[in-house]
């Protein structure tokens, strides 16, 4: 939660003023720099594009790296004309990285090695090192080929680095010639390096350092993602003829009461953009943790010159990428595919976790259930109103005057006991740990942190000291490997009294929220472990936070369990650690309608495991609105509903019927696909393909379908359209593809490549299962989502043109680790010639086994055209099975015309065959 209410501490009335004021539902634009209020943006927005800035030289090939030296040619205000260094990197997979650094000099020790961003490299990548035997020197250039079709070109003068195929350029780096490496410098007389904002001071004592350049997509459509931000999923052009935006920012920020349709940074950030066309998708991923803006140049922005392009070229898209400090580390991702460029991403930044199972179901949390007796009665209406649910989350106010790691005792006087009585319905429950602490000497963790020096220091040394929730309070410095240890410590089970194993954690305010901060974070000039400022770590420092909680979590269970930690800030990397959510939205219309770009911008840079606040978090939601959400939330792929402390409570029968009867399908809903959740879950796990994911990642020469924002895939069998209009009564829906989609709440079915307009009504949004897949299902409403671990199965089989489908299923403990030593069930169904098949999916069986005993007691086929007399034949065994045709219940409210074979009763786990005849 942001700032909002008042801390309300006499002490500081003129503070807890402010407050009251921000409490309108507004945001405060003012409080956040713009561009031309950022030094170095201004300056890099302002820069013409030159081709004589800089020059290489020196290009050798040392260990299969390429090495070279750039020569600034012009320099100024008493910057250093001293070479920088560039070094060329191959990976398997055609991942190619740069990386430009001052050159270090050992004799100048006033000048620290630039800041490297640790912790986010997979270990494994080293292993991945492609060593290039030799490159092609010519007069201007050096050539490395990495494949036979594939050429990585650094022109030495102008200085040019791209990536060329047989036939054009894919992607180049300072094609427009706005490379600028700003080279720390001697203080001179009279220079003032001193940044003012508002009533914030920067001191930059290590003077300006920033980087800009500029990056093309050949060829390219669209471009995608650099999250986090309320807009489109196809970024908008920010500059150029006749548009005057802000750059896209990236700048982890608790922004209060966010807008919708604004490319200023929100909680997290991720430097990962894609483009696509139907020809290629490609990537380009920065990895700098300073504050980073990036530009989206229309065509003809003053740089331009199209005299430059090479013939064949018409669609490329310049962007320019600004940042404070750091190095230049960056990686170009060639595709072809998007689901290629997911591979290739998190073979670089790492897969996404697999969660345990109970935290792919439903989640209730509101700021704040008040008491054990609140808890309890909610808890117990979810029974007596018949919805499942498997999560009931804490927010700040059940700690001890916001101290972290305790339970208020008059609320929550037997914390052990209320977390018993809900795992004995199969439930777990989160609260919340947040990076403030507060300066308390009677609070333990102060007392560690100080006495060990473990917290960010100010720009003069002492420990940092800024407000927020429990009033004065500091921050660990999460850079120091060692505060991680010791941040991890304070979750076993000793130090976080009343904590018990079905207690999971939460990190808000992880961006770090600093409320009297500046732009409400931390001061850039604060100093972390190893003498690195602020300003280099800051969009890091979330998800270092996220990522110590999480080894809490894991310590805890003695290395056992999977951990579950939902974080607030984010960056890249923050798929290897657990959830994210989209902070503090609104519940508006809007805010619904965003919820799905933010969503799939996350889903495509690596970050799988998201949702946004069911109903917004501000405000009060209309039953209409509140059930669409559902409706909709039900196919994030984290599901939670979450309301500020001000707004009316809101759980799902509050607003009677028949409101409760929507909301209980829509959660229903989430259940009976969870065996189809927690396989996608696995595929993103192994893949990093996320869940949710827009249509053209699944159907990539389907232009019609390149920005839109309305409807998106889960899997590659579901295609959900939201409802984002008040009133609705029909929506068009676009199905792309050449094959055929089966609606399931009519079991009609339609053939892809068309608007169709479908009617809604309140009980369901628009749904579609692809023709050729099969999607299993848990039909058999339960408390909570282990309650469901011996159910039986549906198989809703939805052929295609070709009377073929297949789909998968993949089954674990939900829990623990054993799935990585071989113990899951992964198994393959395919349909053709009438015949249902059972196979194993091989992964690395080696050591453990995981059973289940669990049958499929029913399978559905939709667009059979059989004989009304037909019967099945079930193999091993040679039993006969009657079929059914008809129209089948799936929900209440959700016929569909289909062939139904009733009790099947195969094992899941096992191979077997269903011919129907
Ligand atoms: C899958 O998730 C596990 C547990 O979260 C993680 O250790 C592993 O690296 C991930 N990727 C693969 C390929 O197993």
Known sequence: ???????????????????????????????????????FCKQARAAKPTHDKYEVFEVALINGDLHAKILPLSTENGEPSTPLSLELLFYSDQIIRLKINELHDPSDESKRNRFEVPNVIENTLHGKRLRIRSVEKREKMSIVSLASDLEIVLQHKPFEIYVRDDKDRILSFNNKGLFYFEQRRQKGEGDDWTERFRTHTDSRPRGPQSISFDVTFHGADHVYGIPEHATSLALKYTRGPEITSEPYRLFNLDVFEYIEESPFGLYGSIPFMLSHSAARSTGFFWLNSAEMLIDVLAPGWEGDDVNRREVHESDNIDTQWMSESGIVDVFFFVGPKPKDLLRQYTSVTGLPNMPQHFATAYHQSRWNYKDEADVLKVDGAFDENDIPYDVLWLDIDHTEGRRYFTF???????????????????????????????????????????????????????????????GSSSYPDMLNPEVQKWWAEKFSFNNYVGSTPSLYIWNDMNEPSVFNGPEVSMPRDSVHHGDVEHRDVHNVYGYFFHMATADGLLQRSGGKDRPFVLSRAFFAGSQKVGAVWTGDNTA???????????????????????????????????????????????????????????????????????????????????????????????????????????????????????????????????????????????????????????????????????????????????????GGTIIPRRERPRRSSSQMVDDPYTLVIALNNAHEAEGEIYIDDGKTFNFAEGAYIHRKFTFSQGSLKSSGIN??????????????ERIVILGLELPITSHATVEPGNRRIELEVGSLLLRPGMQSNAYILRKPNVLISEDWSIKVL
């Open 408 to 470: 208020d005792k008059s609320l929550f006087p037997n914390p052990k006991e209320m977390q018993q009585k809900l795992a004995n319905k199969g439930r777990h429950m989160v609260t919340i740990v947040d990076p403030h602490i507060k300066r308390d000497d009677g609070f333990f963790v102060h007392k560690e942190a100080t006495s060990k020096g473990y917290y960010v220091k100010d720009a003069h040394g002492r420990d940092f000291d800024g407000w927020c929730w429990p």
């Open 588 to 770: 508006e219309w809007d805010h619904l309608q965003v919820s799905v770009p933010m969503v799939l911008s996350l889903g495509i840079t690596g970050l799988s495991f998201v949702g946004a606040d069911v109903g917004g978090f501000f405000g009060n939601p209309d039953p209409e609105l509140l059930t669409r959400w559902y409706q909709l939330a039900a196919y994030y792929p984290f599901f939670r509903a979450h309301a500020h402390l001000d707004t009316k409570r809101r759980e799902p029968w509050l607003f009677g019927e028949p409101y409760t009867s929507y909301i209980r399908d829509a959660i229903r809903e989430r259940y009976a696909l969870l065996p189809y959740f927690y396989t996608l879950f696995r595929e993103a796990n192994l893949t990093g393909v996320p869940i949710m994911r827009p249509l053209w990642m699944e159907f990539p020469d389907e232009e019609m379908t390149f920005a839109m924002d309305k409807e998106w895939m889960v899997g590659n069998s579901l295609l959900i359209h939201g409802v984002y209009a008040e009133g609705s009564t029909s929506e068009s829906v676009y199905l792309p593809g050449q094959g055929l989609w089966y609606e399931l709440k009519t079991g009609n079915s339609f053939p892809g490549g068309d608007y169709i307009k479908v009617p809604v009504s309140m009980s369901a949004i628009p749904m579609f299962q692809r």
């Open 1 to 39: 939660m942001p700032l909002s209410t008042a801390p309300c501490l006499a002490l500081l009335y003129i503070f807890a003023l402010t407050l009251v004021a921000r409490s309108v539902y507004s945001w405060r634009r003012e409080e956040f720099r713009d561009c031309n209020q950022t030094p």
């Open 843 to 856: 992964g690395q069986r080696n050591g453990k086994v995981f059973t289940s005993s669990s049958l499929i």
